[in-house]
């Protein structure tokens, strides 16, 4: 199994311009979300997904939007990139259950870069 | 929702000596506690988790302690070694969401030879 795999590992891009990162996970976990990692602020949740079809928003959802049409695959899309949006960006997929605490796998990450 | 703390920001400590980081969470229906290790530029991974039915738990020299009446967990490391040094992640589920996971700040740990 590749486990959680994120592409591209690196982007710069301009402000105002768009992108999609791309996340895929090869083990049937139901749930997956998007995390942004800033120095000093740890983890961040921007959007999670249950289930192929249902996504939420996190702690930090505004210039992002997700999709979840497959169980595999979870793209992170940034609308009109900012600044401000200058991170490394990591997913993460783990199996569902009715009690929850499940392991979350996470991917490489892309880092991104808005100039 | 859930607000987790985790302290120290940062740690030293020399070889051999142990370790302890400390986490509070704010959301008394929490039930389970991860803690996550990045290597510098690499993703996170689980080393240890609890739930709260029990108060300890050990995975060779790491344990992790939770005292669900005072709302803190922490994670012990014994005998470090310099492959320990990264950064550590706390954290704790938002309520009725058990999936949700709300991070802490981190501590970068340093482990002198």
């Known amino acids: 199994n590749a486990g959680v795999t994120q592409t591209p590992k690196f982007q710069v891009l301009k402000t105002g311009q768009s992108m999609t990162l791309q996340c895929a996970q090869d083990?049937?976990?139901?749930?997956m979300s998007w995390y942004r990692q800033d120095p000093g602020m740890g983890l961040r949740l921007i959007h999670y997904?249950?289930?192929?079809?249902?996504?939420d928003q996190g702690e930090v959802p505004n210039g992002y939007n997700v999709s979840r049409s497959t169980t595999e695959d979870f793209p992170l899309r940034l609308l009109s990139a900012a600044p401000s949006q200058t991170s490394v960006y990591f997913c993460?997929?783990?199996?569902?259950?009715?009690?929850?605490?499940?392991?979350?796998?996470f991917g490489p990450g892309t880092r991104l870069l808005v100039l | 929702g859930e607000n987790v703390e985790q302290h120290p920001s940062t740690l030293s400590v020399q070889e051999g000596d142990s370790a302890v980081i400390k986490c509070t969470y704010s959301?008394?229906?929490?039930?389970?506690f991860p803690w996550y290790k990045q290597e510098l530029g690499k993703r996170p991974q689980l080393i240890i988790d609890?739930?709260?039915?029990?108060g300890e738990k050990k995975d060779q020299r790491i344990a992790v302690t939770l005292n669900k009446t005072a709302k803190h967990f922490s994670l012990h490391i014994t005998e470090t070694q310099p492959e320990d040094s990264a950064v550590y992640f706390c954290?704790?589920?938002?309520?009725?969401?058990?999936?949700?996971?709300?991070f802490g700040s981190g501590t970068r740990l340093l482990v002198r030879p």
């Open positions: 959301d008394s229906a929490s039930n389970y």
């Open positions: 997904s249950v289930g192929a079809g249902i996504t």
């Open positions: 609890i739930r709260s039915n029990v």
């Open positions: 083990m049937n976990h139901e749930y």
């Open positions: 993460a997929s783990s199996l569902s259950s009715s009690m929850g605490g499940e392991t979350q796998y």
């Open positions: 954290a704790a589920p938002e309520r009725d969401s058990s999936y949700k996971l709300i």
